[in-house]
């Protein structure tokens, strides 16, 4: 099986070489123990790195070009000429991906791709084929700021009562899934709305979310972090539509 992780980027060039080293330096082997004997015993991952620079203007598009020119056989690069936004970037990483199991990765330092094994094991022992890292289930993390805790907390209840589930962290980005989850799906969003939109198609479908802990790092503005308020009432809008709408 083969791991595709999903990389958009946008004016990430101080963090970028770094998370990517740490996504290809992980052992993908995962110690399975399910109820199931058949899928007892290691299993390791293949991997692809699917990255999509979404108009990058720091500087992000050099060194891309130098990892094209390398031919690095288990990367793949997708340039879009204009900013688009985060979801648009990862539309196009989807539609590129060959892997049988998708992880989202941003290309900062927040999340830390040591906890995929975290992510992959309750997956590959069919427990769920859709499992979260979920910030708030106890695992190391920065404290993350109040307006963006309060943020969180808002729009995963939100989802938890317009869809009749029990999330901790709809927010998160690492969302983990078997490739047939999404195939067929339209997504239609552009920018961060892009993560309530997959959680309700998914729960829409009639998956359940498996929730794992992991470790966060969180940045703050000043460090390059982009999301904001007006994306909290996007998220909003999305939950909303896509609980009556397909």
Same mark, same amino acid.
């Given at each position: 099986?083969?791991?595709?992780?999903?990389?958009?980027?946008?004016?990430?060039?101080?963090?970028?070489?770094?998370?990517?080293?740490?996504?290809?330096?992980?052992?993908?082997?995962?110690?399975?123990? *399910?109820?199931?004997?058949?899928?007892?015993?290691?299993?390791?991952?293949?991997?692809?790195?699917?990255?999509? &620079?979404?108009?990058?203007?720091?500087?992000?598009?050099?060194?891309?070009?130098?990892?094209?020119?390398?031919?690095?056989? &288990?990367?793949? =690069?997708?340039? @879009?000429? @204009?900013?688009?936004?985060?979801?648009?970037?990862?539309?196009?990483?989807?539609? @590129?991906?060959? $892997?049988?199991?998708?992880?989202?990765?941003?290309?900062?330092?927040?999340?830390?791709?040591? &906890?995929?094994?975290? #992510?992959?094991?309750?997956? #590959?022992?069919?427990?769920?084929?859709?499992?979260?890292?979920?910030?708030?289930?106890? *695992?190391?993390?920065?404290?993350?700021?109040?307006?963006?805790?309060?943020?969180?907390?808002?729009?995963?209840?939100?989802?938890?009562?317009?869809?009749?589930?029990?999330?901790?962290?709809?927010?998160?980005?690492?969302?983990?899934?078997?490739?047939?989850? =999404?195939? $067929?799906?339209?997504?239609?969003?552009?920018? +961060?709305?892009?993560?309530?939109?997959?959680?309700?198609?998914?729960?829409?479908?009639?998956?359940?979310?498996?929730?794992?802990?992991?470790?966060?790092? $969180?940045?703050?503005? @000043?460090? *390059?972090?982009?999301? *904001?308020?007006?994306? $909290? +009432?996007?998220?909003?809008?999305?939950?909303?539509?896509?609980?009556?709408?397909?």
């Amino acid at each position: 099986m083969r791991l595709s992780v999903i990389i958009p980027v946008f004016n990430e060039l101080a963090t970028l070489e770094e998370i990517v080293q740490r996504v290809r330096a992980i052992d993908l082997t995962v110690n399975r123990h *399910g109820t199931n004997p058949m899928l007892d015993g290691p299993v390791t991952l293949e991997r692809e790195l699917v990255i999509v &620079d979404d108009g990058s203007t720091d500087g992000t598009r050099d060194l891309l070009d130098r990892w094209r020119t390398e031919q690095l056989p &288990d990367v793949r =690069i997708i340039y @879009h000429e @204009h900013n688009s936004g985060k979801g648009a970037a990862l539309r196009t990483g989807f539609s @590129h991906a060959a $892997g049988d199991i998708f992880v989202i990765q941003d290309a900062d330092l927040e999340y830390d791709p040591r &906890d995929y094994i975290k #992510l992959l094991e309750p997956l #590959l022992e069919g427990r769920s084929p859709v499992v979260y890292g979920s910030r708030f289930m106890g *695992g190391p993390r920065s404290a993350m700021s109040l307006t963006h805790t309060l943020g969180n907390k808002m729009l995963t209840l939100m989802t938890n009562l317009l869809f009749g589930t029990a999330l901790s962290d709809m927010e998160t980005c690492y969302k983990c899934f078997r490739r047939d989850v =999404i195939d $067929g799906m339209t997504l239609r969003s552009r920018a +961060f709305e892009i993560e309530p939109e997959l959680t309700a198609k998914i729960l829409k479908r009639g998956y359940t979310i498996f929730e794992v802990p992991i470790s966060y790092n $969180g940045r703050s503005f @000043h460090e *390059g972090k982009k999301i *904001g308020w007006s994306d $909290g +009432f996007s998220a909003v809008r999305t939950l909303v539509r896509y609980r009556f709408t397909d």
